[in-house]
Structures are given as structure tokens and as C-alpha cells.
């Protein structure tokens, strides 16, 4: 089931369900795609076909963050949950399916890849986590970095260079490398490193998330005003009849 936000389709399904999918993707021996889409990446997306049109070709698009889901309320599909990225990762190193295959952390702070894969491997006994590389890297130096995830044969290859950054990398060189999927995590490995403590779950359960990070990081009150502007986008798309 699909649902279209300003051009964007989603996935509507559950954080479940999602996971499933998730592994579905990667048995398929095939080079797959997960995106996990919030409000800033719909509304870059509305203006830069070029970024619409990667989001679109994804195997699996979830949405992270509540304004998707609200916006979701003005459609004839409104979707279900919302699924955030974090918690679909940590849905599935949870998963015992996760130990089959080769997991390459690539992206994050100097040393934050690697304290991210020194956890999960301690939370997770048995997952295979076979390589970490920061993201502040060069074009003169993206070779060596698609030389170093091949020489590792993973499988599965976790992006976290931040958006449209990462959705492109991946579409530019995910058949050079040859991995069965690839999924853009944003900054999810600050969180999976410890180094970033999510919102308290009541935060998360009422859809607050968002404030819980403005309360901890106030300099994030300029990209919440993205958020304002996609509220008020998707209403008049709602009245023109193009949500």
C-alpha cells in the first residue's frame, strides 16, 4: 500500500511490517534501496525532481518524521505509523536474519562509525559488522572508500553522509560495489554510538520528538521552520487538489 505526499510515495505500513520488507530486500540477492524521508526531504524534493525522482525509485521509503504522518490525515490513504529509520535499524540487528550477512557502516564524525559498530556488536552477539569509515571524505578519495566497502563484501551497506548527500551517493555508485542493499541512515550512527541520546519515549509515543531536539539543540530552530513551511504546503496542496 502507497501513500503520495507532495509527490513523494510511501510505503504505509507498520514498523513491523517494515522490517520485513527490509529482509525481504536483502535475501533478493539484488541491489536495494531504503530511504527514510521526513518533512526537509519532501519539501527538497518538491523543488529538485532530481531528488524526487531517487526518493521515488527506492525499494522501501518509510516516513521519519510526524509531520509525514499528519500531512498523510489530508489523503484518502492516511499511513498507518511512523517508521523511523533508528528504530527500523535497530528493529533489524535485533533480528537473528541479521547474522547472515556483512554489515559496512559508512558515514558519521571521525570515530563515531566505529564506536557505533563496537556497540551494536556488543548488543548484538553474532552480527558481522566488517567495516566502519567516517564521511568526511574527498571526492579524490571516494575510490578508495568503494574499494575498501568491496574488499569487504558487504552486504548490507549503511550511508550516513546526511541528505540529498547520501541518497545520491548510493544511487551513483551501489551497483560499483556490488553490496544487496543500501540504506540511508542520516545520523543515526551519533545515536547507535551512544554519542546522541534519543527523545524519552513519551516524547516519541505523542509524536514530540521534534521538541525533545530543539529543547536539547536550539540552533535547530532554523530547520524547524521547514517543518512550519511543510504544514502549510500540504494544506494547500489539500485545497488545490494536489496533495
Not at 527506492?58 to 498523510?72: E, K, Q, Y
Not at 490513504?77 to 536474519?97: H, M, S, T, W, Y
Not at 578508495?144 to 546526511?162: C, Q
Not at 532554523?222 to 485545497?239: D, E, T
Request: a positive charge; one cysteine or more.
Amino acid at each position: 500500500m502507497k501513500t503520495k505526499i507532495l509527490g513523494v510515495v510511501f510505503d504505509n505500513m507498520l514498523p513491523e511490517t517494515a522490517c520485513e520488507r527490509f529482509f525481504e530486500l536483502v535475501e533478493t540477492q539484488e541491489p536495494s534501496t531504503v530511504f527514510t524521508p521526513n518533512p526537509e526531504m519532501v519539501m527538497l524534493a518538491k523543488k529538485d525532481n532530481g531528488f524526487k525522482e531517487i526518493l521515488n525509485s527506492s525499494d522501501l521509503l518509510v516516513p521519519d518524521g510526524i509531520g509525514i504522518v499528519l500531512a498523510s490525515r489530508l489523503t484518502k490513504n492516511p499511513i498507518k505509523q511512523r517508521v523511523a529509520g533508528i528504530e527500523l535499524l535497530q528493529n533489524a540487528f535485533a533480528d537473528e536474519r541479521a547474522k547472515k550477512y556483512n554489515w559496512y557502516f559508512l558515514g558519521g564524525k571521525p570515530g563515531v562509525a566505529e564506536k557505533a559498530r563496537e556497540r551494536m556488536q556488543a548488543q548484538h552477539n553474532g552480527l558481522q559488522i566488517i567495516g566502519a569509515r567516517d564521511g568526511y571524505f574527498s571526492p579524490e578519495d571516494e575510490e578508495a572508500v568503494i574499494n575498501d566497502i568491496v574488499a569487504a563484501e558487504a552486504d548490507i551497506v549503511l550511508v550516513g553522509l546526511g541528505f540529498p548527500r547520501q541518497e545520491r551517493w548510493i544511487v551513483a555508485n551501489k551497483d560499483k560495489i556490488g553490496a544487496r542493499l543500501y540504506m540511508g541512515v542520516g545520523g543515526s550512527f551519533d545515536v547507535l554510538s551512544g554519542e546522541l541520546k534519543r527523545a524519552p519515549k513519551l516524547f516519541r509515543r505523542v509524536g514530540m520528538e521534534w521538541f525533545w531536539r530543539l529543547l536539547r539543540q536550539p540552533s535547530r530552530i532554523w530547520r524547524q521552520r521547514v517543518l512550519v513551511k511543510f504544514v502549510f504546503v500540504a494544506l494547500f496542496s489539500k485545497m488545490r487538489g494536489a496533495l
